[in-house]
């Protein structure tokens, strides 16, 4: 019997990333539906669950995407509140790569060094990866500020985080690098998910300070968010910093992604988010 992913995006077209790495993962067929929300999607999910028998449901799987994790996170709950007894399919949730990028970069910084009671910090962390990885410091025992270049936005993420996770997280505000440069004066961690090609502290930022630790960077356009390092960093020692670049860690993005598609096969049963994710990526660091 065939594996059918259902890809469920929030966005005009479901993402060409996500269709391509549906298939590495082991789907031997991937749908895709686009512009969904927790208002059209029923038919959908209950043309997944009610088309193959008990045995048979670990055959299909449905993988939720979209630029914008709050509609993505109001999807994921919608299409598991269809779901009942004996009638369910695996459900995926990684908006904007949120869950598994995220998941890779604070994995390798947690197998670079010891997280718990550090100061993090996350630069333009707003979105999709910021708040997630914003989340899994925090889980790891960090004290994680999240940067946006208005307070209001930091706050908005730093309570939807709260809500969804039960953890604090404190929003700063910074309009320009040399601002962003002070917030992380006192860090040990400094991770960057900002925009492509937006570089958001530069070398003399974070070279010269003696209590960072640890950097990481999601941006794999040129420039890159943190001036000074380059994507391909792969725990690389940078003025006696521990330097992660998009691609460094990217590898373990990937095979984070593949290896949760492939999950979703086992049974019918599995609910990948954010805790089972970021579970995953540990064990392969």
Partial sequence: MKKLLFQFDTDNYPAVFDTVVAYDGGADHVIGHANLTPDNVRALVEGAIFTRPPKKKKNTAIFIGGSNMAAGQA???AVQSYFFAGFQVSVMLDSNGSNTTAAAAVAKLASSGALNGKKAVVLAGTG????????????????????????????????SMKERFNVDLTPAAAVDSDERGELIAKANIVMATGAAGVEL????????????????DANATPPVGIGGTDMMDKGLDRHGKIVWGAIGFGSLKLALHRACIARLFEDNKQVLDAELIYQLAKEMA
């Fill in 75 to 77: 999807l994921f709950n």
């Fill in 128 to 159: 999709p990866v910021g708040q997630r990885a914003a989340v899994m410091l925090a889980e790891e025992g960090a004290d994680v500020t999240i940067v946006s270049r208005h307070i209001e936005n930091a706050g908005i993420a730093c309570l």
């Fill in 201 to 216: 502290i530069k070398p003399e930022h974070w070279q010269n300070n003696s209590k960072l630790e640890m950097l990481a």
